[in-house]
């Protein structure tokens, strides 16, 4: 189990995400490796995300942040995880 303490601090302190958003990944049994990262890195909407806010990380962030709430919300929560976790690979 990933513990909560271990998150990025701008992930545990995202305005975006919910505490209960913050448990559900707190609750994956790992962490995704960095091959699984630069995947999803890949994925046009998260290749769309940057092209269009590449240029300001404040927004850049808030949306990674949203998009990874939406995957929460659809209940991929791994994806959502690797979805953060690009900001810091």
């Known amino acids: 189990m990933i513990i909560y303490l271990n998150l990025p601090l701008d992930i545990r302190l995202s305005e975006v995400l919910t505490g209960n958003d913050l448990a559900r ?3 994956l049994p790992k962490l995704p490796d960095t091959g699984e990262i630069e ?3 890949k994925s046009a909407e998260i ?3 940057f ?3 590449g240029d300001n990380n404040a927004l850049l962030k808030k949306k990674i942040h949203l998009f990874a709430k939406k995957m929460i919300e659809k209940g991929n929560i791994e994806d959502a995880f ?3 976790l690009i ?3």
């Open 39 to 41: 995947k999803m890195k």
């Open 87 to 89: 900001l810091y690979n």
């Open 51 to 53: 092209h269009n806010h």
């Open 47 to 49: 290749k769309k995300i």
């Open 25 to 27: 990944i707190a609750m």
């Open 82 to 84: 690797k979805i953060l």
